[in-house]
């Protein structure tokens, strides 16, 4: 009896040790290459993806940028509910221009997204600043609630008919500041482009008015950047020119045009002259060149599609003056990374001295725009000349450098926009 109880403590012991062994393989040896298998196996997976990512045509240069900003909205949205709102800003888009503002520098989106929606809406959050943007034929005076601190009212002041709607607005704020719902109001305005905005100045907070701050498009000796600060003329929205992302194909593909002018021919203007500098030598073949003799105020879908193709496909974008230097086509270009060559001289009006200002397109120049300047479409030849002996990839460093400075351009305007608001809102 003695010896069977010894032979079966013997056996479970050998039993208790084996399992303890198997136990110790399990853990300390079969999970190691378990983990290193799938190591292994998820290094192979990333590799696949990485190498199927770099043939595609949407590469984005600035990739890691935009993930980069995209998480740091991710996180400014993730505070925005618990953060303190110190100022609530509204404005009001009543000119094309406010969607420049709103969906090209701000980078906000509008609900509904179509473009013939009778009421378009959106908001976002700057710091402590919420911003929200309304626009379309509803937005009419004293049709909707004003529940915000201040407005930035968007006015086009172009020319009489547009100047007496903008009035109208005007007006319809001064009765809101008087029964004390408004602390502040700021106006952005596409002025005249012969810079004649005298109509304005009774709104101005310095000459008695309510206006604290005017953002005005085009050169003029009012801008003193304290309460009337320059504000760009940007893309032509109201022919539906889109926010443009670049692509890998925008930066790096051969363009087959030396160069690009769509537009209208004015009689006796410098554009005359443009022509007819393209038609020595050739030049006009070497170049996507197509000229109307009336200016056009909508584009069809195929228009546009055709002059998006000629930015597109063109290495340079020929900007002659209209009635004010400053035009469109000058950001369109900018764009498509294609290279604005801007006539730089002074149109009649008053727009300002060149001798005493960087005028004409005093804020580009202050920020430095990577374009080429001339005097006179009889220096293009030698231009034209000097592009066919550039190479592709010096091309390409300076389509990169294009773009990135239109990208910095913008998001330097979107923090002045936000500083001089903020600083003259606290001041209130």
């Known amino acids: ?61 600035w990739e890691d940028d935009e993930r980069h900003m995209q998480g740091t909205a991710e996180q400014r949205h993730a505070f925005s509910a618990s953060a303190l709102v110190k100022c609530r800003i509204q404005i009001w888009g009543k000119a094309a221009i406010g969607l420049y503002l709103w969906q090209h520098i701000f980078e906000g989106w509008l609900k509904p997204t179509s473009t013939a929606a009778q009421w378009r809406e959106g908001n976002l959050r700057e710091g402590k600043t919420h911003f929200s943007f309304i626009t379309g034929p509803a ?28 009035k109208q607005w005007l007006h319809y704020v001064q009765a809101v500041v008087e029964t004390q719902k408004l602390q502040f109001v700021a106006v952005v305005l596409l002025g ?42 940007g893309v032509a929205t109201y022919r539906n020119f889109p926010v443009v992302n670049p692509d890998w194909a925008m930066l790096h593909a051969s363009r087959p045009y030396l160069c690009n002018f769509l537009g209208t021919i004015y009689k006796n203007s410098s ?56 035009c469109y086509r000058i950001y369109e270009a900018c764009s498509f990374g294609s290279v604005p060559v801007v006539e730089d001289i002074m149109t009649p009006g008053n727009c300002g001295n060149s001798s005493l200002h960087k005028a004409p397109l005093q804020l580009l120049k202050s920020m430095n725009a990577p374009f080429i300047f001339l005097k006179s479409w009889n220096e293009l030849p030698t231009i034209l000349e000097k592009e066919k002996n550039i190479s592709l990839q010096e091309k390409i460093e300076r389509r990169k450098k294009l773009l990135e400075w239109y990208q910095h351009f913008k998001a330097q305007l979107k923090q002045k926009f936000i500083n001089a608001v903020e600083n003259s809102f606290i001041q209130n």
Request: a negative charge; one cysteine or more.
């Open 139 to 166: 937005v009419v005076p004293g049709y909707f609630s004003v529940e915000t601190d201040g407005v930035v009212l968007v006015l086009n002041g172009r020319e009489a008919t547009k100047i007496a709607y903008a």
């Open 192 to 233: 005249s482009e012969q810079c004649t905005n005298e109509w304005i100045q009774p709104y101005l907070k310095k000459h008695g008015g309510f206006v604290k701050l005017l953002f005005l498009v085009y050169d003029s000796p009012w801008i003193n950047e304290d309460d009337v600060l320059q504000w760009p003329l």
């Open 271 to 326: 554009r005359e002259t443009l022509l007819s500098v393209l038609k020595q030598d050739g030049l006009g073949n070497q170049c996507w060149i197509l000229a109307r003799e009336q200016w056009q105020p909508q584009e069809t879908n195929e228009s546009l599609k055709s002059y998006q193709d000629a930015l597109l496909q063109s290495d340079l974008t020929l900007s002659p003056v209209g009635i004010n230097v400053e």
């Open 1 to 61: 009896m003695r010896v069977t109880r010894k032979r079966l403590c013997s056996l479970l012991f050998c039993v208790y040790t084996l399992f303890s062994l198997y136990a110790a393989y399990t853990v300390f040896f079969k999970s190691h290459i378990y983990s290193h298998t799938r190591h292994v196996g998820h290094k192979k997976e990333t590799h696949a993806q990485e190498s199927s990512s770099l043939g595609k045509e949407d590469w984005n240069p």
